[in-house]
């Protein structure tokens, strides 16, 4: 739970010496709170009290970092039950799971399709974040070669999965600068693990028969200085899975119960072999708090809605999908080029600078920054009006690109032609098509340069 400002107030040194740039201790407390400013801002705390509010002020759910680089995947630090009260932060990591029972063909198909997934939506970029290898084989040296062969050819971070705690710790030790995830932890094993856990500082899975069993073991992991963990509670269904989640994620987030404060792993395709109710329950789970969703399957068929599900889920509610205000250059255009304008409202953007695109045609577009807001919305709030618009053409000297004074806007903002021949003396405003799908066949059949 978060900490009241009365409550950070009790352990301030309450001299109102200003130090801190603020009037009070109070005013202190009670930014610091809200997390308008950092605790270590007081040169006069006492170390005892700064130990005890870094302790309280915690995340009430442990950040953790799988992987190395530019594949290393964040999970944790979420701070409230619902995305419309705040955002989810660190989204949901997808793995995909790779057996050591599985052929030489089947291992390097399903490597090759993970490899080459890439979907860009809205200017971001979704793809598989880890692989989870799992020791089914029961020959030691077969799951060594897997994890050799995948630790040396990709750069994802890995899951290892292995009942067998030798085999675990041999696998973990082949790739442990790539901090992977050792699973299972289990109330069996976790004495004999903890040595080696905590050597090669790899991150902890989790699993136990209840969530007592669980608190108990990261309670353990905790006092041997191990901090990052993951959580599985062994969901049998989909019902059972949102119920657990729910449970763990409220007892970290409104109880405070530091045992359970930590992202949690969850194994959809254990739960179903058919494909679609194993996409199903993923889907579910990236909604109510699944850390890591485990899934058997590499068809895009199912991967693409749920990587498009994701970006939904961990988008900002409070703030629009927006891009960058310039000039976007697109096949590099000449001085006989079309000028289009539109606003910075991401979709927008991706819908007139593919339809662009589409007609092979150079083309400058544009991109006034409009605060997310969509054209018309933009028009009537004042973002997108004549003298704005203008301000942003003469600041970019869009003029000195081309010879002809032509500009293209949306069809759509028909009040703005008055507006900008007003703000652009000696201008040509030209109404585009209503739809962005119509782009391609107005600039061919209607766009010329006198």
Sequence with gaps: MALKGADIMKKLPKTNC??????????????????????????????????ELDASMA??????????????????????????????????????LISDKENESEIET???????????????????????????????DRFEALVKRVYETTDFGLILIA???????????????????????????????????????????????????????????????????????????????????????????????RPLGYPTITFPCSMYSDPLKETLAAAALITKYAGIVVLSQVDTNFLLPL???????????????????????????????????????????????????ETGMPAYLCIKDTEGLGVMAAWTSGKFNGESIADFLNTHNIQDRVKHRKLIIPGVARKLKDELEEELPGWEIIFGPLEGSDIPKFLSEEWKVS
């Design 18 to 51: 200003k130090d801190c740039g603020l009037a009070t201790c109070f005013a202190f407390a009670m930014k610091l709170a809200t997390g308008g400013i950092k605790i270590e801002a007081c040169p006069h705390l006492s170390p005892e009290a700064r130990n």
């Design 163 to 257: 009942d067998d705690t030798d085999v675990l710790l041999s696998a973990v030790t082949l790739c442990a600068d790539r901090k992977p995830l050792a699973y299972p932890i289990t109330k069996e094993n976790v004495d004999t693990l903890i040595p080696k856990l905590k050597e090669l500082g790899v991150v902890a899975g989790v699993k136990g028969k209840n969530l007592d069993e669980i608190a108990e073991i990261t309670a353990d992991l905790k006092a041997a200085g191990i901090e990052e963990s993951l959580l599985d509670p062994c969901s049998d269904n989909i019902l059972q899975a949102i119920g657990d989640q729910t449970f763990i994620r409220r007892a970290a987030l409104k109880k405070g119960f």
């Design 110 to 140: 399903r490597l090759n399709t993970i490899k080459s997934f890439r979907f860009e939506r809205i200017g971001q970029e979704l793809e598989i974040n880890l692989l989870a290898l799992s020791f089914e084989s029961g020959k030691r």
């Design 307 to 357: 990587l498009v599900h994701r970006f939904n889920i961990y988008s900002d509610p409070r703030r629009p999908m927006t891009v960058e205000e310039k000039i976007y250059e697109i096949s590099n255009p000449g001085e006989d080029a079309p000028i289009l304008i539109s606003t910075n409202y991401a979709l927008d953007f991706f819908i007139v600078s593919a339809a662009i695109e």
């Design 59 to 96: 995340p009430p759910i442990k950040r953790v970092t799988i992987g190395t680089g530019q594949k290393a995947l964040e999970l944790g630090e979420e701070e409230v039950m619902f995305r419309h009260e705040k955002t989810f932060f660190h989204q949901t990591g997808i793995a995909i």
